[in-house]
């Protein structure tokens, strides 16, 4: 459809707030977006010109956030600012306090006008004991006139499209919901996300149980991809087909790559490759990026660090600041030591490596390609490549020693 000629405007002043929040309701988050989000992409979709908020004195907050979106007005004594009325077209008005209201909406006022050749289209909630308001599509030359013979209110603008023969036509839907306490506010955000899981169901995802499964608007998710129940999705996130994400995963602002498996495991900003498995218990912190067919096992945390392809870090180990190469094998209950009190440091291990359990590497260092640490080794300088390094003491053995313990 034609955007040309569109002009969309946010309204943003003097909603009702029953919130009882430091900050705007409008800036509260619902699936991942603050709500007014909403209201500016429904308006980005159906216009070809930045959508115009109307906001109070004391937005600042407000229009911070949404500076690069929106064309800000503030209110005055007129119904609404001048920027809001170009030359033609239409000018579509809604609410920012209504989440569900999305582009189709949108198109649909439009169509609906044209189709019925009337000056204004509006579109009303169905349930009259909601809270609800109602969007509308004008004739912008029409609206102006509306407005400069007296129509202070968007109701009695209507009014005077029906009693000057320019014609009005409702629709009806239950989309215009408006989020006036926090109660309303989690049953919006029900709705939402029913409606994300629908589109992602119908685009080829699995959910095992969507009304248990908790994915934020925006998130992207490859065909046959399985999502068990319990898992969050939050953020910025990209997740590839043929993945499994089994219960308790919560991912944020992350990627998974194609044939993944996460079980029960936490990921903060950090980037799987293809084919790897992580988890259970996992905890993947910002700047982590796991390679592919990479196995990150269970109780590992890894922050700030490169696993490379292939790499295995199976149980109960630390790897902050650190990279570890192609292939190589870090065994159980290894710490990369990354800090002195002071400052953070790296530790690089190379290809084909062997780090044994109980390992304490202590930044800086490096293990070169093919090295092998053995077992209980604190290593605190370079091991070269191929090398065996070993730093334990020699086990002695007291013959009859453990008898007289147990005998007194």
Not at 15 to 25: A, I
Not at 280 to 300: E, H, K, M, S
Not at 320 to 340: A, L, M, P
Request: aromatic share 6%; net charge negative; charged share 25%.
């Amino acid at each position: 459809m034609n955007k040309e000629n569109v002009t969309v405007v946010v309204l943003a002043t003097g909603l009702t707030d029953r919130m009882n929040s430091k900050k705007s309701k409008l800036l509260m988050s619902i699936c991942g977006k603050p709500m007014a989000a909403y209201a500016i992409e429904a308006a980005q979709a159906v216009s070809a010109s930045k959508p115009v908020m109307v906001v109070d004195e004391d937005a600042g907050e407000l229009q911070d956030l949404f500076a690069d979106s929106v064309l800000y007005a503030e209110q005055n004594d007129a119904l609404l600012p001048q920027v809001c009325l170009p030359g033609g077209g239409v000018t579509v008005v809604l609410s920012a306090d209504m989440p569900l209201v999305d582009a189709d909406m949108l198109n649909r006022l439009r169509q609906t006008s044209e189709r019925k050749d009337v000056g204004a289209c509006v579109a009303m909630n169905e349930d009259e004991t909601a809270q609800s308001a109602s969007v509308y599509c004008f004739d912008t030359a029409i609206l102006r006139k509306a407005i400069d013979t007296g129509a202070g209110t968007l109701s009695e603008c209507v009014k005077y499209f029906a009693d000057n023969g320019h014609g009005v036509e409702p629709i009806y839907s239950n989309d215009c919901d408006v989020a006036v306490d926090r109660i309303q506010l989690a049953q919006i955000s029900e709705r939402l996300r029913t409606r994300i899981n629908n589109n992602l169901m119908r685009a080829g995802v699995t959910l095992i149980d969507p009304q248990s499964t908790y994915i934020d608007a925006g998130v992207k998710i490859g065909t046959d991809t399985t999502v068990y129940p319990g898992v969050v999705i939050e953020g910025d996130c990209e997740i590839g087909q043929d993945v499994i994400l089994y219960p308790g995963s919560r991912i944020v602002d992350s990627s998974i790559g194609d044939g993944s498996v996460v079980q029960n495991s936490v990921m903060m900003d950090a980037i799987v490759g293809e084919n790897s498995t992580i988890g259970p218990y996992a905890y993947l912190r910002p700047n982590t990026v796991i390679g592919n067919g990479c196995r990150v096992g269970d109780f590992v945390e890894v922050k700030n660090a490169h696993i490379k392809d292939g790499a295995k870090v199976s149980h109960l180990t630390y790897v902050g600041d650190g990279e570890i190469g192609e292939k190589s094998n870090i065994g159980c209950g290894v710490v990369f030591v990354n800090y002195d009190g002071k400052k953070k440091s790296r530790t690089v291990v190379g290809r084909n490596a062997f780090v044994g359990c109980n390992v304490n590497l202590i930044a800086p260092v490096e293990v070169g390609d093919g090295a092998f640490v053995a077992a209980g080794t604190t290593v605190t300088h370079d091991v070269s490549k191929d090398a065996l390094a070993i730093g334990r003491s020699k086990q002695k053995d007291i013959e009859g020693w453990a008898k007289k313990w147990w005998d007194k």
